[in-house]
């Protein structure tokens, strides 16, 4: 199992640039989440889907932020354009039944972004 | 993470025991899970218990459920340095599919 894999790592960009920040969620599991982590505001849910559906994305903050799923296998958050403040570490989880219950998510390890 | 409070730093000598606590806002039907943050990582699941459980018990690990103040604790046993590390408590209902929600995260800093 490779756990949930995320890229870039780290990705340092000019405000007003566009950023694509890309998820691989664990093989099998249907329900994949981003998160936002900022030492303000600690953890939060930008949106989430279930296969392959965003069911809840009131957690995106503005029109600049939107998310794909296109597959099973592969989620995009894009930032268009950045600025300063999207300067944050962001997160892709996934879980097998939506996160309910005893379906943890499983988190990869982040991109760390800075918009300069 | 508003609705799930931690305390936001403890501090523990190697080889004594770790209490982090968590108090929570859901009575129903609800599912409490610990994660580890190390840095530069993503959150690892330490463990979780739901809300008709008292207390759950995995190795070094101890989670306690008090249902009526709604307060849940993880307690380590035998502290090492390398659990140094954020500790986040999360909550989630049955009928919240997907919305967990997380505490502010504990830093556990532990002293040799």
């Known amino acids: 199992d490779a756990g949930v894999i995320q890229s870039p790592r780290h990705e340092v960009t000019e405000m007003g640039q566009e950023v694509t920040l890309r998820c691989k969620p664990i093989?099998?599991?249907?329900?994949l989440f981003w998160y936002r982590q900022t030492m303000m505001r600690g953890l939060e849910l930008l949106i989430y889907f279930n296969n392959n559906v965003p069911i809840d994305d009131s957690g995106m903050p503005e029109d600049r932020f939107s998310a794909k799923m296109p597959n099973a296998s592969f989620s995009t958050l894009k930032i268009q354009p950045s600025e300063p403040r999207d300067s944050a570490v962001y997160f892709c989880a996934s879980s097998q039944t939506g996160g309910a219950g005893n379906s943890p998510l499983h988190f990869g390890n982040g991109t760390r972004l800075t918009v300069t | 993470g508003e609705d799930v409070e931690q305390s936001l730093f403890l501090s523990v000598r190697e080889g004594d025991s770790s209490v982090i606590n968590c108090t929570y806002t859901d009575s129903s039907s609800t599912y409490l899970y610990w994660y580890k943050q190390e840095p530069g990582a993503g959150l690892q699941l330490l463990t979780y218990?739901?809300?008709?459980?008292d207390m759950k018990q995995d190795q070094r690990l101890t989670v306690l459920l008090n249902k009526k103040d709604k307060h849940l604790s993880l307690r380590i046993a035998d502290t090492q340095t390398g659990d140094s590390a954020i500790y986040f408590c999360?909550?989630?209902?049955?009928?919240?599919?997907?919305?967990?929600?997380f505490g502010a995260g504990t830093q556990v800093v532990v002293t040799p």
């Open positions: 093989s099998g599991h249907n329900s």
């Open positions: 999360a909550e989630v209902t049955t009928d919240s599919w997907g919305k967990f929600q």
């Open positions: 218990i739901f809300s008709n459980m």
